[in-house]
């Protein structure tokens, strides 16, 4: 069964660095998303994404954030300059079409910004 | 936007009985209501979801609940058994909203 794939399962950063986190949707959906977890936490909707153009931002999703499908299969999560706060884990999830419709979810990506 | 309360927070009950978690929320355009499962550490998997078109809907020992008027839906989950033990998080979505709204979570435990 396909899944959503996302890379680095970890990482660790400074504050201020910048980060990309790396999602592989299903091949065959047209929604993208990224949540994020911090831990102990519910899971929170930042962003979706759609016919290569943001969709829908909730206020977490700031200017230090962006989004970019660079290729065919790739959906990228930018944080320009990562603060202490936005340790987390970050989930990718992708659905076959907009509301209503299953969106699955990555493993994960656990930031942790020392 | 939407609001998404979800009870208890810890849910602990004996192998082979059943659990009930409930949820409300608060945007009446909502219209998809799914139930996630969270081991520790692991990404959430739906389990079961309704639309706003349905009362009830089951899989196995699985079933979910909507009422549209109260704004609430309920997992109920019946003859649990220790690898149900994990954290559930009801969500909601629609009406216009791409991205799921989650409730805080349930931790269930089922006592052996």
């Known amino acids: 069964e396909p899944e959503v794939t996302q890379t680095p399962s970890h990482q660790v950063t400074q504050m201020g660095q910048e980060v990309i986190l790396r999602c592989v949707p299903i091949?065959?959906?047209?929604?993208f998303y990224w949540y994020r977890q911090i831990l102990g936490q519910k899971v929170e909707f930042l962003v979706s994404?759609?016919?290569?153009?943001?969709?829908?931002k909730s206020e977490i999703f700031d200017d230090q954030f962006s989004v970019e499908r660079p290729d065919g299969s790739n959906f990228t999560l930018k944080i320009r300059s990562t603060k202490l706060e936005d340790s987390a884990m970050y989930f990718c999830a992708s659905s076959e079409a907009r509301q209503g419709e299953t969106q699955y979810f990555g493993p994960g990506t656990r930031l942790l910004v020392l | 936007g939407e609001n998404v309360e979800q009870h208890p927070s810890t849910l602990s009950v004996q192998e082979g009985d059943s659990a009930v978690i409930k949820c409300t929320y608060s945007d009446s355009a909502s219209n998809y209501f799914p139930w996630y499962k969270q081991e520790l550490g692991k990404r959430p998997q739906l389990i079961i979801d309704i639309r706003s078109n349905v009362g009830e809907k089951k899989d196995q020992r699985i079933a979910v609940t909507l009422n549209k008027t109260a704004k609430h839906f309920s997992l109920h989950i019946t003859e649990t058994q220790p690898e149900d033990s994990a954290v559930y998080f009801c969500a909601a979505t629609g009406g216009g909203a791409d991205g799921l709204t989650f409730g805080k979570g349930t931790h269930l435990i089922i006592q052996p």
């Open positions: 091949s065959n959906h047209l929604y």
């Open positions: 994404f759609y016919n290569n153009e943001i969709s829908e």
